[in-house]
Every structure is written in C-alpha cells, then in structure tokens.
C-alpha cells in the first residue's frame, strides 16, 4: 500500500514522467507524437487508482501511530527514549504527506459547489490546501524519514545499537 501511494502520487508521477520517459520532453517543446493520449486512456489511467491506495496507506499509517504510542512503555513504566522520537517524527512526516495529498484534499472539499454551506469542510480544505502547496517537501522528507526510522530500528533490532532513554 506505501509502495503504490507513492508511486502513483501525483508529485512522483510528474517527476518520474519528466526524468524517465522525457515526457514533456521540456518547457515549451511540443510533443513528438501526433496524439497525445495523457492520463485519460491505458494504461496511464491505472493512475486513478491513486484514491485507493490512500485509503490502504492510511490504515498502514494508523498502525505506526500505535506503534509510535506503544514506544512510550518502558519495561519501568513510561519514559521516552531516542526510538520513541523516531517513531513519532516518522509517523508525523507520514501524515504530512498523507494529509496534503491532493486526493485528500478533493475528498474534503473537492466536490462541493457552495463552500459557504459547509463551512468546517471549507476550513479543513483550506488547511489541506496549505499543506499541499508543499507536497513535493512531504514527499521527500518523509520518503527518507521512513527509510532512516526502519533502518534505527533495524540496527536496534539487530543489537548493533542501544536506544538510549531520555526521560
Ligand atoms: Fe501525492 Fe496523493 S498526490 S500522495
């Protein structure tokens, strides 16, 4: 479910679009073929299942945060130590992503003609719009967010580090 929100997201569809298939080849040159065909036909309108694979990451995203609050408890009681902050960090940069993905934002406000009949949903869209001016930081900083917490937590498990306690 990560692997298939990123890959179809539509930050990392324009990068690797444009860095692998020179598709726009550039800024202002035409295209080479005759018909552009875009996201509308197959197999590029796979794409739409991007929603979809929002709402599977999302579940996946519930998980860490538990996990995040598991790593509270200490066999001594509840302290934190430099794992918990680890986890906490992952799981908030993944929810930044994930909360300024632009199908969040049309599932909150997307379809509504009148914004001033729905004014929370207004509100929570406009906070969903902020973020997603940004998308493109939240995918990066928690793409190598989540790569540095598995490797932390692989090293711990491995025994060749020691979290260190912090309160
Ligand atoms: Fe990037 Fe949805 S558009 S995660």
Redesign the pocket.
């Known amino acids: 479910a990560p692997a298939g ?2 890959f ?6 324009g990068a690797y679009y444009k860095a692998f298939w020179a598709d726009p080849p550039n800024c202002a040159v035409g295209e080479p073929r005759q018909t552009f065909l875009g996201e509308r036909y197959f197999p590029l309108v796979m794409q739409n299942i ?2 979809y ?2 709402y599977a ?1 999302g579940v996946v995203l519930l998980f860490l945060w538990v996990d995040a609050f598991k790593a509270l408890k200490f066999e001594d009681g509840y302290g934190v130590g430099v794992g918990t902050l680890v986890l906490f960090a992952n799981a908030a940069l993944l929810s930044l ?2 909360l ?5 934002r049309h599932l909150i406000g997307g379809n509504l003609n009148v914004f001033s009949k729905c004014p929370t949903r207004f509100m929570l869209w406009s906070k969903a719009t902020a973020l ?1 001016e940004h ?1 493109m930081l ?2 990066w900083v928690s793409l190598f967010g989540v790569a540095l917490a598995d490797l932390y937590i692989f090293l711990l498990a491995r025994g060749v580090i020691t979290d260190v306690r912090l309160i």
Do not use: L
């Not at 179809?8 to 569809?13: I, K, L, Q, S, V």
């Open positions: 929100f990123r179809t997201c539509y930050y990392y569809r991007h929603r694979f929002f990451a992503y994930s300024s993905c632009h199908s969040f997603n998308h939240w995918a």
